[in-house]
């Protein structure tokens, strides 16, 4: 049991022992994780509001051609 935790704590301290190359490979990937993250979150965000302005065009459309027909056929 005590041999358990000493390869426990040796496999901790070599973990924190990351050479200053390894830390700046892990932040480096950080970085890019969150910056395509960003981008997904983006894209998706103007897709949304392209979505939202077709409909839009859309329900204006569908309200406004019937009442001008009417108003041309009513004269």
Known sequence: MAQGKQSKQSKNKNASKLTR???AARVQAAQE???LEEERRAKSMRTKQIFTIVVCIILVLALGIPTIALT????
């Open 33 to 35: 994780r969150q910056r």
């Open 72 to 75: 041309v056929l009513a004269s």
């Open 21 to 23: 190359a390894q830390r």
